[in-house]
Each structure stands twice: as C-alpha cells, then as structure tokens.
C-alpha cells in the first residue's frame, strides 16, 4: 500500500510522541504476525465497548514505523466505531494454534473509498502452546547435536532427546546456559545435525526450560519459528526415519 505524504507525516508524529515504536523483525510477534499475513488469516475483532463481531484481514506489516493495517471491517457497521480509534481484541488460527492479542487503533485511512486501519503492534501475543505433533524419542545411540547461538556470538551445545515437526527438547551440555533463559521466547538461531540430512538451520523459540538438578542436566523445549523448504524437507526426513525405528521396537 502507497502511503499519501499526509499520512507520513501523520506516522512521523506517532513516532515521536511515543505511541509506537519500531520492531525488530526478528521478533517473534512480527514472526508470527507475518504468518498471519502470508496466509491470509481471517481476524475476529471486538471494539472497546462494542459487543458486535467483526472481521479483517492484516493487509500490510511496517515494523519499522510500529504498526500493521488491517483492512475494512465486515460489516461495514463497525467503521463508524472503529473511526473513534478504540482499543481492540483481535483473535485468529494460524496453522491450527489460536492466536489473541489486544492492541489500539492509530488512525483511520481510505483507498478507492474502502477504510483501513493503522494499529500498533501489540505487546505480547497469546498462543498457547498446543502440541498437535507426535514428538519422537531420540536414541541414545543415535546422538543429534544442536546449538543455539547467544547474543554474543558464542553457542550454547546440548544434544536432542525427541523431535517433531514443529518442536524439540533438548538437553544443554555447553556453553553460557543462562543466556538461554535470557532469550526465552525471543527467536534464537539454531543448528541441529540431522543424522544423514546434513545441518538443519532454522530460527527456534524457547518455550521453557528446566534447570539441572542433582547431576542431571538442563532441559529446554523449544518450538520452530520459521523454516524454509530445504529445512522442513530435512526435518520431516529424520522424524519418518524416528517413526520407523520407534514402530520397530519391542
């Protein structure tokens, strides 16, 4: 969409009174608003103050201004309420996971006489974590190593215990331990040696993580954020090769 030059302006002002501010694109709410985009989720919206349901759609991501846009609201009724700039609910599936956040409208806009809306990134996002894949044991004997980069360059090493398509857990044996628990829920790079599939590269969230005890060491889960066709390629390769040996068991 062709931002008017009224409307940068207007996007100038927002950012300097400190109603939005950038995001980096490596964040996992700028991820996960993207797969939203790029899959054309339909948005279940609710207006302060307004019990009626309406629905849109994110028509463009600005995480350098702060901000994303939504189109028309359906019905139409909701734009006379949305022109008050409320705060809003927003809910959505993506991939299967339901998806809430709660942000606030910024300003109005029109194109080819259809309004749309500026609304601000929202601060957290809300999906809880619905494991919907079988997660595969790892052998012992079969060991995966993976490495999780630090904000300082270095990597953290540990070794995988069970493998799905859309997450791990792992045991951490290396490295600056602590710093994992920093980044929880942040994007962190990755790299697992699958076994015969060569290095999968892919950008992981932390979802929790289980400190040592006794002599056992840490644990953390972790889920995908976004694979490229090469990685789930890689990746489903190994979880067939998992599900083969588990159903070959005794």
């Known amino acids: 969409m062709e931002l008017r030059e009224d409307e940068v302006a207007r996007d100038r002002v927002l950012l300097a009174e400190g109603m939005v501010e950038a995001v980096d694109p490596r964040e996992a709410r700028h991820l996960l608003l993207k797969k939203i985009y790029e899959t054309h989720c339909l948005l279940d919206i609710r207006l302060d103050g307004d019990a009626s349901a309406y629905h849109s759609a994110v028509i463009e991501l600005l995480p350098d201004k702060g901000y994303l846009v939504i189109d028309a609201l359906t019905p139409a ?26 942000s606030r409208i ?14 601000r990134y929202p601060d957290e996002m809300e999906y809880p974590q619905r494991r919907r894949e079988l997660r595969f044991t790892v052998p ?12 300082s360059g270095g990597w953290v090493r ?8 859309g997450g791990f857990s792992a045991r951490l044996l290396s490295g600056d331990v602590a710093s994992i628990q920093q980044d929880r829920g942040r994007p962190t790079a990755c790299e ?12 992981v969230e932390v979802r ?5 005890r006794a002599r056992s060491a840490p644990r ?11 990685g789930e390629q890689q990746l489903q390769h190994c979880v067939t090769e998992l ?5 070959r068991a005794p």
């Open 158 to 165: 540990g070794e995988i215990r069970d493998l799905s398509p």
């Open 106 to 119: 910024l300003a109005r806009g029109s194109q080819h006489g259809l309004p749309y809306y500026k609304v």
């Open 208 to 212: 929790h993580m289980l400190p040592s």
């Open 140 to 151: 012992l004997d079969r060991g995966v190593p993976v490495r999780f980069e630090t904000r």
């Open 192 to 203: 697992i040696d699958l076994p015969g599939h060569g290095t999968l590269h892919a950008a």
């Open 77 to 102: 009724s909701g734009d006379a309420l949305a022109a008050r700039l409320p705060g809003l609910k927003l809910r959505t599936r993506v991939h299967g996971m339901e998806v809430k956040f709660a």
């Open 243 to 247: 599900a083969r040996l588990r159903s």
């Open 220 to 230: 953390v889960g972790a889920r995908f954020v976004e694979l490229d066709a090469l």
